[in-house]
């Protein structure tokens, strides 16, 4: 049976509201909004910052809203004289110990912080600074700096670490004025079991968690002579961008984000969508090895470098399960400092790759060890030595720092008219495109498989079933007889889900993708902190829109790739592939 | 040498482990039972990661237990503790000037703010802590001195307390 509704008064006014809901939830349903810095729905639920009072007749104190059960009969005041003072006195002490940082600080313009003290109408903090405590800023990681100097402790971070990521590599330590978020040991997050999602980074309140910032070493790049500096440009960074120059989320400007990077300066404008049909190229075919010689299945994606490095950490026994591919980012670095360098006959050492990504564990990524491919593709014929040493991918810029640059340079996105990705490595089709949502790269992997295995066109190119925000989706593919059954997870717990299944050799999948952020790429660590609620899903239709409107869908279809392969690769999973596209990975925990 | 002691230390915590294994509360007993096995009742890295691996919790969460809790150490204490109470209570019946003396006394450089407050002498004899309240606040200000409690202190009454213990158990 259905619950009956609740008769409550919110503010004088009667409602209906569904029971089981908290007092802020049940007044944001009535269109009444209230102010918090901790709670995010269905995910952080701290009762941390005390902004969310509100008064009920008949309790003697103020009730944190979030964390109130809303009852029938209730009597709710949000906008009281009583209300207002203690929430703006709870705010001012909050804002007694925080920073003065404001015009300096990377959340700027973003902060929750400062957005709601301005709608407070808070003008004056009447309230002194008293602790003299300064925690030292973790710059550790590649990724995230931490600086728990502006945080205010309202446990987002280690909420979403923990229930999104089940990684948990923050806590609070200590109590009272030592309070922090921090690891073990405050040993830096570089140390941790981190995995670099950057999705603490996205629900910060604050400018408390930041991305390690790497446009002014681009900069320096773009205006060195001798530097020939190209660009990568991952999928779902185009779906996004947008929001970053208050154009509405699902903006769709992959010509306008070409044209503006063109003006910033870089020498070509390539697309990682591109190399993205490459590693569909790579994988499908390692997926059908595979199946044939009875390989290690069920095959898992590779493309994201958060998933990998979890891997490496907490199932370590299933690594070999993980396609040997790198990610699309990785081969394009490799593909720029080869082929195209000789292709063009451009000095490999002078050949800069800037990467832009919707994510800040690419950054970590890019700075792997083992990820200098190109660097031992040329290091006989060159003679280079260990000095020389470069990466494949030397700079990797999220969305947000890529939209700085624009903006620094005066460029006025949204009324660009566009321009297109330079030839040969800015050639995509729509497999390449969908990439950037959950369950992309399988749709991607599906369409190229099904092509080379049964040599017929496949008729519907769309696979509902791996489409949407799902934790987990499940399909089955019938390839002429041979059932596939294949399935992905976004958000590493769903991941984990599956993965125990894989760990006890019981799993049902030929075939598993795994994206580290919920939504897949369109929901990293790297995207515009949106104002917008439901920006996710827009982003996605946008990315499958492009996909649409692509002439070519499927990634073996790409000439750009054929082309490579021919000039060059020679065949998929071919000796040049596995040196300069595929790579190993490594457990980074000792055994019990 | 050293790896056998490590060898001894993981057998002595599975032995913990398995003694508090499925019992509410669990991680604290054990964590309790693992301070007191070191000479120094000092928690450290090692064990504390141990602990971790086989108890399956994040070491995330061990480091907020045992830094939340002023009972627990993370750092080599003396062989005698003194611990003065900084509860409500005894803050406003002066528990701070008591703090002060004893800091005097030992001839401790003031902690630093907002650091857990555990000074040791350099003779590794005596440990300076506090604590956040004993439950002894109708007796307050209280001290704890090797576990004995000693009420409505101040300083001239903990001098005169404190001096002939010290010079006894100095020995």
């Not at chain 1, 309202?154 to 089940?166: A, F, M, N, P, T």
Request: proline letters at 5%; charged letters at 25%; a positive charge.
């Amino acid at each position: 049976m259905k619950e009956s509704k609740l008769s409550v008064k919110i503010d004088g006014k009667s409602y209906q509201v569904e029971p089981g809901l908290a007092i802020l939830d049940a007044c944001r349903n009535v269109g009444i909004d209230i102010p918090t810095l901790c709670y995010l729905k269905g995910l952080s639920k701290e009762a941390a910052c005390s902004i969310c009072l509100v008064e009920v007749t008949g309790a003697k104190a103020l009730m944190r809203s979030c964390v109130t059960p809303i009852n029938n009969g209730m009597e709710i005041y949000t906008n009281t004289e009583r209300v207002r003072n203690a929430r703006r006195i709870n705010l001012e002490l909050l804002l007694a110990g925080h920073p003065k940082e404001c015009l300096s600080c990377d959340r700027s313009e973003t902060c929750e912080l400062r957005k709601i003290a301005f709608d407070m109408g808070i003008r004056e903090v009447r309230f002194p600074k008293t602790s003299k405590t300064e925690f030292p800023i973790d710059k550790t990681s590649v990724s995230i700096i931490r600086d728990p100097n502006k945080c205010i402790l309202c446990g987002r971070c280690v909420s979403v670490c923990s229930s999104i990521q089940s990684v948990q590599a923050i806590d609070f330590s200590g109590r009272g004025k030592a309070s922090k978020v921090t690891t073990f040991f405050d040993q830096g997050l570089a140390s941790s079991v981190c995995v670099n999602c950057g999705q603490c980074l996205l629900v910060c309140p604050t400018g408390a968690l930041t991305e390690q910032n790497e446009t002014e070493e681009v900069w320096k790049a773009l205006f060195d002579p001798d530097k020939f500096v190209v660009v990568e440009v991952a999928p779902a960074v185009r779906a996004a961008i947008g929001e970053e120059f208050a154009m509405p989320a699902g903006s769709l400007v992959t010509a306008k984000l070409a044209q503006a990077l063109r003006k910033l300066g870089f020498s070509k404008v390539f697309d990682t969508q591109f190399s993205a049909d490459l590693t569909i190229m790579e994988e499908g075919y390692e997926l059908i090895s595979r199946i044939k010689n009875k390989g290690v299945l069920p095959m898992i994606t590779s493309c994201s470098p958060g998933w990998i490095k979890f891997a490496e950490h907490f199932f370590p026994g299933i690594l070999p399960h993980i396609s040997t591919c790198k990610s699309p980012q990785q081969m394009f670095g490799a593909i720029a400092k080869t082929y195209y360098a000789k292709k063009y006959n451009i000095d490999p050492r002078k050949i800069i790759v800037v990467s832009i990504m919707p994510c800040t564990a690419k950054k970590f990524e890019a700075k792997r060890p083992e990820m200098k491919d190109a660097f031992k593709y040329w290091q006989k014929d060159l003679n280079l030595k260990k000095e020389d040493e470069f990466y494949d991918v030397d700079y990797v810029l999220t969305t947000r720092e890529a939209a700085r640059m624009i903006r620094e340079a005066g460029i006025n996105f949204s009324n660009l008219n566009g321009e297109d990705f330079d030839e040969p490595l800015g050639i995509s089709t729509g497999a390449a495109v969908i990439f950037g949502a959950t369950g992309g790269v399988m749709e991607a992997a599906i369409r190229t498989v099904h092509e080379v295995l049964t040599g017929k066109e496949l008729e519907k190119l769309e696979f509902n079933a791996l489409r949407g925000l799902d934790g987990i989706k499940v399909c089955e593919v019938d390839i002429q007889g041979l059932k596939l059954k294949v399935a992905v997870a976004n958000g590493l717990s769903n991941a984990r889900k599956l993965l125990k299944d894989v760990g006890d050799n019981k799993s049902p999948y030929a075939f598993i993708e795994i994206m580290t952020c919920p939504g897949g790429c369109l929901g990293g660590g790297g995207q515009p902190f949106s104002a917008d609620g439901e920006a996710k899903p827009k982003r996605m239709e946008t990315i499958y829109q492009e996909d649409r409107n692509k002439p070519l869908r499927k990634s073996h279809q790409n000439p750009a790739v054929n082309a490579l392969y021919k000039e060059f690769l020679d065949k998929p999973l071919g000796e040049k592939s596995h040196h300069l596209l595929h790579t190993h990975y490594s457990r980074r925990q000792e055994p019990l | 040498m050293q790896k056998k002691q490590d060898i001894k230390t993981m057998t002595e915590l599975d032995k913990i482990i398995i003694k508090y294994k499925n019992t509410p509360g669990m991680l604290l007993r054990v964590i309790e039972e693992t301070q007191k096995l070191d000479p120094h009742k000092c928690l450290n890295h090692k064990t504390l990661e141990y602990i971790a691996k086989k108890t399956k919790t994040p070491v995330s969460k061990i480091y907020n237990i045992v830094t939340f809790y002023t009972f627990f150490n993370l750092k080599p204490q003396g062989k005698h503790s003194i611990v003065v109470c900084r509860g409500t209570a005894c803050h406003t019946r002066g528990s701070r000037n008591l703090l002060d003396f004893l800091i005097k006394y030992f001839g401790f450089n003031e902690p630093a703010e907002g650091q857990q407050t555990s000074l040791t002498t350099n003779d590794k004899k005596f440990t300076l802590k506090t604590v956040a309240c004993f439950g002894q606040c109708a007796l307050a200000p209280v001290v704890e001195i090797d576990g004995n409690i000693y009420s409505r202190m101040n300083p001239e009454k903990l001098h005169k307390i404190i001096d002939p213990i010290i010079k006894k158990r100095k020995k």
